[in-house]
């Protein structure tokens, strides 16, 4: 139904093309025609005004709001206050709602944590003021480094919060409080990788039990559940996660399932889950719910709200940000599962060391601004590459309304309106499938300023195959990729610099006249 504007604030103007585009002398002319520069401004733009629309209009609602609470025009409030309603359920993302905060004197672990006050400030800002060591004499900016394996105690009958850095450590500590407060988790605890801590997730069950995964998988987790969890008795059923049916019907079928894991979007086909339905229908039959929130980040996706048990991290990715850190995150909802998990880390030892605590803690600070400038650039590579029909036969991005871009994005209207509703941004990696294997190759090969490497999630452009790299562990008749499909991981480099990496890559592509789409 249309709506009518109820204000009369002023909105702040869109940017021109002279604002956003750079100057001439900043492309070499031989390499790049101005047909192609036309289509990378214009993806720029389109990408610009697509998230800054978002924006500003939220900014401006939220101008309006606190300009009438000031005048005491209640006629004028309710009217604006009706109207940011609308557009958070119509086109908006969802609003942020601050988690909880855990009081972590009181958390069972060993040792117990030291007591932090939450500030009740958004996360954006919270990753950057985060005081790791409030009681520091010193007051450091930067949380200190405890590189020490051991700690003195007071006496042989008393006992400090720390003895042993595999047991606990101040600065891990402070990461874990951090991650634990973005997240609105009872506590969170860092492990040495991504696979550690889906490892120690594995291992909060026993023999006999039944883990329910997702057909969509990241290949390591993958090897994890079909290689490692039979020497455990446990057995595994993969299921389609983003068909809720599925999952019904899958919970039914295993009454031995005491686990559900799932990723959303998916990686690397982003497909889409709906974690409220499938968390609803999981804790209907007494199991728990564990999600790979990856993809998201805590500044972008709060599973635990939303009614996961777990939040899984590969700290390694986004959060950490600058590729020259190994770490995973278990986020845990419960204080009875933050007992199992506490357990597991001291007694498995896969806890991350004082040193990469520091330098994820460090990574962190620009989280914010990375993801921001990261899904700007993915929403202009995504727009840009929708048009190149001729080689892209097949777009797979959460940020793209099919209804209104071309017929080759995988998202339905229903799944695009889903993500919005249980995130509040669409991510920076993509995929797309050019129907031939040689084609995807050729591609791959002539990216430059993309770097052939398998992760995603630094700050730098990233391209791979999954069928040749990150899901290689996967055997061939068990995959579910297509075998030409490429995955990309967009970073912060200039737009023009990155449109241009890949207008050349596809002038490489379009050389390859082959259809086999087989490995």
Known sequence: ????????????????????????????????????????????????????????????????????????????????????????????????????????????????????????????????????????PYHPTSMPIYQTATFVQ??????????????????????????????????????????????????????????????????????????????????????????????????????????????????????????????????????????????????????????CDYSIHSATKFLCGHSDTMCGLICVKSEEDVKRVAFLQNAQGNALAPFDCWLLLRGIRTLSIRVEKQELNAVAVALFLSRQSHVVSRLHYAGLNPATSPQISSLTEENFYLHRSQTSGPGSVLSIETGSVKRSNAFVRACKLFKLTVSFGSCNSLVEMPCLLSHASIPKEKRTLPADLIRLSVGIEQIEDILADLTQAIAAAVAIHDNDGSC
């Not at 995964?213 to 595994?236: E, F, K, N």
């Not at 809720?244 to 295993?254: G, H, S």
Request: proline share 8%; glycine share 4%.
């Open 1 to 136: 139904m249309p709506r009518t504007a109820t204000h009369t604030t002023t909105t702040p103007p869109m940017p021109t093309p002279h604002d956003t585009l750079p100057a001439a002398d900043h492309h070499d002319d031989d390499k790049c025609c101005c047909c192609c520069k036309s289509e990378i401004h214009i993806a720029k733009l389109e990408a610009e005004n697509h998230l800054l629309k978002e924006k500003l209009s939220q900014i401006d609602m939220m101008h309006a709001i606190s300009a009438a609470k000031t005048t005491s025009n209640r006629t004028i409030l309710t009217a604006l206050e009706e109207e940011r309603q609308y557009l958070e359920q119509a086109m908006l993302p969802v609003s942020y709602k601050f988690p909880k905060g855990a009081d972590y004197s009181e958390l069972p672990t060993y040792p117990k944590r030291p007591h932090f006050d939450q500030a009740a400030k958004h996360p954006s800002t919270q990753v950057v003021i985060f005081d790791g060591c409030p009681n520091d």
């Open 154 to 307: 007071p006496d042989i009958e008393e006992f400090g919060p720390y003895d042993y850095s595999r047991s606990g450590n101040p600065t891990r500590t402070a990461i874990e409080t951090l991650v634990a407060n973005l997240e609105g988790a009872h506590a969170a605890f860092a492990f040495s990788s991504g696979m550690a801590a889906l490892q120690t997730l594995v291992t909060t069950l026993n023999a006999g039990d039944t883990i329910l995964a997702s057909s969509d998988l990241y290949g390591g987790m993958h090897r994890l559940l079909t290689q490692i969890t039979s020497c455990l008795g446990m057995a595994v059923v993969f299921v389609p996660m983003w068909n809720t049916e599925a999952v019904r019907q899958a919970l039914i079928e295993n009454p031995a399932a005491k686990l559900l894991h799932m990723e959303s979007p998916t990686n690397p086909l982003m497909r889409i889950v709906d974690i409220r339905a499938v968390c609803e229908a999981a804790h209907a039959h007494n199991v728990k719910v564990s999600i790979d929130n990856t993809m998201m980040s805590p500044l972008r996706c709060t599973p635990l709200a939303l009614g």
